[in-house]
């Protein structure tokens, strides 16, 4: 959780923030009691600067990369042998 100070106060409590950031904790800064800022400690920083892009992105990434070599996928081919195809058992309605 993160400590919560007003800008008024941050001058007074500059090295207790600091400690705080140093511990890998976040401290919000207020005014008139909206948040107006948020103070990071720079692992968490260089974290959110470099997020892995999520499934879907990654599956539309990989996608366009495959157009742009030239590679064609036959959806056909690639499933051909995973559904089984016995008759299904009879149903009594």
């Not at 919560?4 to 904790?25: H, M, T």
């Not at 974290?47 to 539309?60: A, I, N, Q, T």
């Not at 064609?72 to 195809?85: G, L, N, Y």
Request: negative net charge; hydrophobic residues 35%; without cysteine.
């Amino acid at each position: 959780m993160s400590q919560q100070y007003s800008i008024e106060q941050v001058p007074k409590n500059l090295d207790k923030i600091f400690q705080r950031i140093e511990q890998g904790e976040s401290v919000q800064i207020t005014q008139q009691g909206q948040q107006v800022a948020m103070i990071l400690p720079a692992a968490e920083y260089q974290r959110l600067l470099h997020r892995k892009p999520g499934f879907w992105k990654s599956v539309e990434r990989f996608r366009q990369e495959l157009m742009e070599e030239g590679t064609e996928i036959d959806s056909d081919e690639v499933w051909k042998d995973v559904r089984d195809k016995s008759p299904a058992r009879e149903i009594v309605l």
